[in-house]
């Protein structure tokens, strides 16, 4: 899957990429996703996006779950991704 977005930072044109891949052990089903970032993508940008996005799918398959704010990721996860690179 692929689709166009915005650089947070410079509002310029980005190709973003990523994989979704179902693989099956043991009557287990694992979703792997995968992100394949630019060259320049600085991850402080995208990796709390991440969370967040997760946490919402999380939420969503538990009933009565909060849902995520995603002010409480972003900026505030970005030192964290800074220091994986």
């Not at 002010?71 to 964290?80: E, F, M, N, R, V």
Request: glycine fraction near 8%; hydrophobic fraction near 30%; charge should be negative.
């Amino acid at each position: 899957m692929a689709d166009r977005a915005r650089g947070p930072a410079t509002g310029s044109p980005r190709q973003r990429v990523t994989d979704s891949r179902l693989t099956e052990a043991d009557g287990t089903t694992e979703l792997t996703l995968v992100h394949h970032l630019d060259a320049d993508a600085n991850p402080a940008d995208v990796g709390p996006g991440w969370e967040y996005y997760l946490d919402m799918l999380v939420a969503s398959r538990e009933p009565g779950s909060d849902r995520p704010d995603f002010d409480d990721y972003y900026p505030a996860q970005s030192a964290h991704f800074t220091a994986q690179g």
